[in-house]
Every structure is written in structure tokens, then in C-alpha cells.
């Protein structure tokens, strides 16, 4: 049985995406205030592009000027992070608002970017992935919610990220033995994009497909539909680009 994410402890999944009416949210933001952790909440309707993604965290999170405006810069500027009069207190970003960036071709990268933010400060290491015994360890996760929960294949496809369903919810973290962030209580984590049950899909095999999705990722069966529409989306994209 996999462990349920957390806002307040120092492990993964760093990234969550889940329904704004999950009782696991409301639950896991009031215990991280009242250990005088912070609660941001950004509007995922601000990021329509890299851009823009960096515009909404550097206003929001009152980043320093020096902040580049780039993929490296937003890792260093989170895991670095001392917001005004907030010290160094744990860290919950709630995107809100986020089906369009579900859709979103930079889905990936951005997890990723997270995903490294969150386990820097959580594991207490430099910028070289070295463990600094001076730096104090951080809680900080990232939790997107979109108004219409649903499953995405994009977010599976950043740079050594590794997902997981568990409860209706989409979990991520990284993998790798460069990134040793997956949670060991966990069940396995299916590593970069859902391409095991590409050949089903392509043939049209669809209850083959499903039941590898159940099998590698522990979902139930409207999941593993949810899953199997949003891969076969993809597919079709690729094959029209071709």
C-alpha cells in the first residue's frame, strides 16, 4: 500500500496533482500552518507559457531581481527561497486553476524543475546535489489543481521524473540513482513517459492496455480509462506529425 503524500515531511512525491475537494488537501495545508509552514496559492490560469510561469513565481514569491527568468533559475530561486519576513519556514505552492496547463506541451519540464526544487530543500543539499550540513532542511512540495481532475500523460515526460496513482491522485518524483527522491515505502514508480502499453494501444488491443496500466501503476479501472484516453490522445498527435 502506498503511503499518502505529504506537505509537512522531508520526502516525496514532491508533486501532486489532485481534485481541489480531495480531504487530503484541506487536511495536509492546516497541519503546515499550524507548524508555522506557509500555504501559497498561485493561479495556474497566469502560466500560459514558460514565460509567464516564471512572471506569476517571481511576483508571487517576491523573488530576488537578479532572478533569470529561466528553467535553471526557478530550481535555484525556490530551493534558495526566504520570501519577506517568512525565514525559513516549510513551503506548500498550490497552482490552482491548472487544466490548461495539464495541457500544456512544457507540463514535463516544469514538474521536473519542481521536483528538483522541492528535493534540494527537503534533503538539505547545495546546488551541486551535495549535502550541506550548514543549509536547513525545508519542507516544500508543489500541489496543482485543476478544476477537472483528471489524469495526465504530460507530466510523466520530464526529465527523470517517475509517477505513480495512489487514491485518485497523480504523485511524482524523481528517479534515477542521480536523484534517490522516490518514497521506499512505496510501491514501484513507473519511470518516464507511459510507453509500455504503446503497442496495445496502436493495435487496438484496449483491454491489454488497461489492465498494463493497472498492473504498472496500481490504478483502478476508471483511472486506468482515464489514462488510456489521455496516451492515446498523444499518440494520435504524433502520428498526425509525422
Known amino acids: 500500500m502506498m503511503t499518502k503524500p505529504t506537505l509537512t515531511e522531508h520526502r516525496s512525491p514532491w508533486v501532486v496533482f489532485t481534485s481541489p475537494a480531495d480531504p487530503w488537501l484541506e487536511s495536509e495545508t492546516a497541519a503546515l500552518v499550524q507548524r508555522n509552514g506557509l500555504v501559497l496559492r498561485l493561479d495556474g490560469r497566469e502560466m500560459r507559457d514558460p514565460a509567464s510561469v516564471f512572471r506569476t513565481f517571481a511576483r508571487e514569491l517576491s523573488f530576488p531581481g537578479y532572478f533569470g527568468h529561466n528553467w535553471d533559475a526557478l530550481v535555484d530561486c525556490l530551493h534558495n527561497w526566504h520570501g519577506p519576513g517568512h525565514g525559513n519556514q516549510d513551503l506548500a505552492i498550490l497552482i490552482e486553476h491548472a487544466d490548461d496547463l495539464l495541457k500544456s506541451n512544457f507540463l514535463g519540464?516544469?514538474?521536473?524543475?519542481?521536483?528538483?526544487?522541492?528535493?534540494?530543500?527537503?534533503?538539505?543539499?547545495?546546488?551541486?546535489?551535495?549535502?550541506?550540513?550548514?543549509?536547513?532542511?525545508?519542507?516544500?512540495?508543489?500541489?496543482?489543481?485543476?478544476?477537472?481532475?483528471?489524469?495526465?500523460?504530460?507530466?510523466?515526460?520530464?526529465?527523470?521524473?517517475?509517477?505513480?496513482?495512489?487514491?485518485?491522485?497523480?504523485?511524482?518524483?524523481?528517479?534515477?540513482?542521480?536523484?534517490?527522491?522516490?518514497?521506499?515505502?512505496?510501491?514501484?514508480?513507473?519511470?518516464?513517459?507511459?510507453?509500455?502499453?504503446?503497442?496495445?494501444?496502436?493495435?487496438?488491443?484496449?483491454?491489454?492496455?488497461?489492465?498494463?496500466?493497472?498492473?504498472?501503476?496500481?490504478?483502478?479501472?476508471?483511472?486506468?480509462?482515464?489514462?488510456?484516453?489521455?496516451?492515446?490522445?498523444?499518440?494520435?498527435?504524433?502520428?498526425?506529425?509525422?
Open 109 to 242: 519540464l516544469f514538474v521536473s524543475v519542481l521536483a528538483q526544487a522541492a528535493w534540494n530543500s527537503n534533503l538539505r543539499l547545495d546546488s551541486d546535489g551535495e549535502l550541506n550540513e550548514c543549509r536547513q532542511r525545508i519542507a516544500q512540495h508543489f500541489v496543482f489543481l485543476p478544476d477537472h481532475a483528471a489524469f495526465t500523460e504530460k507530466a510523466a515526460r520530464g526529465m527523470n521524473v517517475a509517477v505513480a496513482l495512489s487514491d485518485g491522485r497523480l504523485l511524482t518524483t524523481l528517479t534515477d540513482v542521480d536523484w534517490p527522491g522516490g518514497d521506499p515505502a512505496s510501491v514501484l514508480w513507473t519511470a518516464g513517459p507511459l510507453s509500455f502499453a504503446d503497442k496495445e494501444i496502436i493495435s487496438g488491443t484496449t483491454i491489454k492496455a488497461i489492465q498494463l496500466f493497472r498492473d504498472h501503476l496500481g490504478c483502478s479501472i476508471h483511472e486506468a480509462l482515464d489514462i488510456l484516453q489521455s496516451r492515446s490522445e498523444h499518440l494520435r498527435r504524433e502520428h498526425s506529425n509525422d
